[in-house]
């Protein structure tokens, strides 16, 4: 149906007509019940290791008190060399990532180059600068690029920080201390690993916004190795998502076996064209 | 909380048009209602003022004349105002069809509920309205 209170296409991108209309909403209620965005309060680490970079996040998305997502994937493919983990609002991580990774893609296809770590860390650098914080994505990219391993995480007001070992979200002070102590340059890899995973370990103890199964991403120059989950938590519950039952669990009484009699009654042969 | 001027309606006079758009209140006029209504709005031709006057710096008045005036050349050349343009050469001028923001996937206006009235949105652009 045509408006005729429309004058002009409306323009696109985000869209503020509601703003005022929500915080008029907020005062109404008295300071409680409006609905909370998922967030991840999450524990991520990156460890720089001789070979390439060690990425490690929790499964646990919280929709403030209630754990809204037991098997949230937190690590977030951005280009086959470059991965990235994110906190923060889950939403807005997704969509970041998937952004950047699509803006990665067309340089690629333009140029015939793999992507570079720090063009992703440009392309978000400016996109969150730009929503001055509204925007409650906090990123770690690590990958491996012809310039070498690189970790790099990015805040949601923008801001890039380039370090060998990183942690962020809720449980970032935990896991800190634990990279702090065991960090060592040009580690071995299972040792990366291991000290990744102690990470991890140590923000699920203490923080308790992370939780449940710790993943791990592995970026050398030969490939990716993408364990999910490398560790799954001694909690978990057994209900299977499929009720199949176990061949054996009716007994057979007794068995009949009829063949079937075929005759052949016509053959043709067709050739085909292969020209 | 500072009030800014760009939000007024902006009809013969400046006056709130309470056939067509309903009713105002001073305060939505004065102070914007989300902290980023503003800087949206005027992202693209903040971003396109910095980048003009830089180039005027470095390579003198003329490179920013000529960019200017196919920019002006580009985008007269859109449909009637109800249709949909792909504004390709303006992309291309500006280098942004090689690039995904959030201005392609959100409120898409190929996609948008509302349709206008095709006279009044014409004569609208006109400036007859």
Request: aromatic residues 10%; hydrophobic residues 25%.
């Given at each position: 149906m045509a408006l005729s209170n429309v004058l002009e296409t409306p323009a696109s991108?985000?869209?503020?007509?509601n703003a005022a209309r929500n915080s008029a909403l907020e005062g109404l209620f008295g300071g409680g019940q409006t609905p909370k965005p998922l967030k991840t309060g999450t524990t991520i680490a990156g460890v720089v290791f001789k070979d390439g970079v060690v990425l490690g996040a929790d499964t646990r998305a919280t929709s403030s008190e209630v754990v809204?997502?037991?098997?949230?994937?937190?690590?977030?493919?951005?280009a086959p060399n470059i991965y990235c983990c994110g906190a923060g609002t889950a939403a807005d991580t997704e969509k970041t990532t998937e952004l950047l990774s699509s803006n990665l893609a067309i340089f690629s296809l333009n140029s015939g180059r793999n992507p570079r770590v720090v063009m992703g860390v440009n392309i978000l650098q400016d996109m969150l600068y730009r929503y001055h914080g509204q925007i409650g994505a906090n990123l770690i990219l690590g990958g491996v690029d012809c310039t070498g391993n690189h970790l790099y995480s990015v805040g949601p007001y923008g801001s890039v920080n380039k370090v060998p070992y990183l942690t962020m979200g809720s449980g970032d002070l935990a896991a800190l201390g634990i990279l702090e102590d065991g960090f060592r340059p040009d580690l071995e890899l299972e040792k990366a690993k291991e000290l990744v995973r102690v990470a991890i370990h140590a923000g699920i103890m203490s923080d308790l916004g992370s939780g449940n199964n710790i993943d791990i991403c592995v970026i050398t120059k030969e490939g990716v190795d993408y364990i999910r989950p490398y560790r799954e938590s001694?909690?978990?519950?057994?209900?299977?998502?499929k009720y199949k039952y176990r061949p054996g669990t009716t007994p057979v009484l007794t068995e009949k076996v009829v063949p079937l009699k075929l005759e052949v009654v016509q053959e043709t042969v067709q050739q085909m064209d292969t020209a | 909380i500072v009030p800014v001027a760009?939000?007024?309606?902006?009809?013969a006079y400046g006056v709130q048009d309470s056939l067509r758009g309903g009713f105002s209140s001073v305060k939505n006029e004065l102070l914007p209602?989300?902290?980023l209504e503003l800087s949206e709005k005027n992202f693209h031709l903040n971003q396109d003022k910095m980048n003009l006057s830089t180039l005027r710096n470095i390579q003198g008045l003329h490179a920013p004349l000529k960019l200017q005036m196919e920019y002006r050349a580009a985008r007269q050349?859109?449909?009637?105002?109800f249709l949909q343009s792909s504004h390709l050469a303006l992309d291309t001028l500006r280098g942004s069809d090689d690039v995904i923001g959030f201005e392609d996937i959100l409120s898409d206006p190929a996609q948008s509920e509302m349709m206008g009235e095709p006279h009044l949105m014409v004569e609208y652009k006109l400036g007859l309205l």
């Open positions: 991108g985000f869209n503020f007509d809204a997502d037991k098997q949230c994937a937190k690590i977030h493919y951005i001694e909690y978990r519950d057994n209900r299977k998502m | 760009g939000l007024c309606p902006q009809g209602s989300h902290p050349i859109q449909r009637l105002p």
